[in-house]
């Protein structure tokens, strides 16, 4: 089981800031319910910053209590809001950042977001010397330096069970169903999504795959009697590559429908998984900045809680082993 490592806290650090940033995903409130309360048993006090970046610049801070969080572990979404904020990409807009927070007495700040978001902090801190300490919430689990993401095991999950529910009329109508998932640029939610959900092939950025290789895959299952298919596509593949492929596939004889689950991922109650996930992650990020620590995001290597430097995140693409995609292929056989 994951646990919160054993750092010796300086309790420097009276005050302290929570805020979501970029895209949301399940466990975002789990991660925020965790820093706020453990912040509080360490003695600082916990300020929550509304809306990312936006709302820090607009001075959208307030205090949090124990009882600010209650009731919303098992929420999906992100009680602080959350935005993407062109503003930060100026040095001017985070040095008033940086100032807004001091002149609250807030001196430090825990970030749950993704890439961009990091860069922001890691900006901050390297330019103003504003600790920041990184949690990384992302659907995608794109994110170098961690092997977990929280919101990854829930987007799964909801994908897996739309499938579960799409073979059924697949199967009843004799059809090829194109699933596309979402994952930006990255292949993991496809991955995991095509293995528990049995797909026949599984289409990620990271590998590409032709027309002809899928057809032979589909014929495939054909000369043993399948008479239904799910191919699972990652939306970052290529835009419009679902339908594109569905109507090759139509020219070629077959009847395929394409099913985008789009942001249904994004939404929705979060599993335990991801809770426990941002719960051990927004306590251990609490924990390092009362020990002094900052630049960096907390991570998952080997079932392990670790800190990883910004420089070794940002900018940083995390490698989709192909096995898994041979596995799904085997499995599907």
């Known amino acids: 089981m994951l646990t ?19 895209g949301d995903a399940p466990g975002m409130n789990a991660a925020i319910r965790a820093v706020v309360r453990y912040g509080l048993a360490m ?35 992100t009680i602080l809001k ?38 922001g902090a890691h900006l901050m801190e ?35 069970d739309a499938i579960d529910r799409i073979r059924d009329t697949a199967s009843s109508h004799d059809r090829i169903f194109l699933v596309e998932v979402m994952g930006r640029s990255s292949g993991w939610i496809a991955v995991q999504t095509g293995i528990g959900g049995g797909a026949e092939t599984v289409l990620v950025p990271e590998f590409k795959e032709n027309i002809q290789g899928i ?10 009697g399948k008479t239904s298919s799910i191919i699972v596509v990652a939306e970052g593949y290529k835009p419009g590559l679902s339908q594109r492929i569905a109507d090759d596939l139509s020219h070629r004889g077959y009847s395929p429908k394409v099913c985008i689950l789009g942001h249904t991922q994004r939404g929705g109650t979060p599993t335990a998984h991801d809770r426990m996930l941002a719960s051990v992650l ?6 390092y900045l009362m020990a002094g620590k900052s630049g ?8 392990r809680v670790v800190l990883v430097p910004f420089r070794n995140v940002i900018g940083k693409k995390k490698d989709l082993d192909q096995s898994n995609l041979t596995l799904a292929r085997i499995l599907a056989s």
């Open 126 to 160: 390297k330019e103003n010397g504003f600790p920041c300490i990184g949690v990384p919430g992302t659907i995608d689990n794109d994110i170098a330096g961690t092997e977990d993401t929280i919101g990854f095991d829930t987007a799964v999950n909801t994908a897996i």
């Open 4 to 22: 919160i490592p054993e750092i010796s806290p300086l309790k420097k650090l009276k005050s302290i800031a929570v805020l979501t940033s970029g």
């Open 296 to 303: 960096a995001m907390v991570g998952v290597q080997k079932g």
């Open 215 to 224: 057809t032979r895959l589909i014929d495939r299952g054909v000369d043993r």
């Open 43 to 77: 003695g600082a006090e916990v300020h929550g910053v509304m809306k990312g970046y936006s709302g820090l610049l607009e001075g959208h801070i307030q205090p949090l209590h124990a009882s600010s969080v209650a009731n919303i572990i098992q929420r999906g979404g």
């Open 282 to 287: 927004g306590a251990s990020a609490v924990a």
């Open 82 to 119: 959350t935005d993407r904020c062109e503003a930060f990409f100026k040095k001017s807009v985070r040095k008033e950042a940086a100032n807004i927070l001091r002149r609250k007495g807030i001196e430090g700040l825990v970030v749950i977001g993704g890439d961009g978001s990091f860069t």
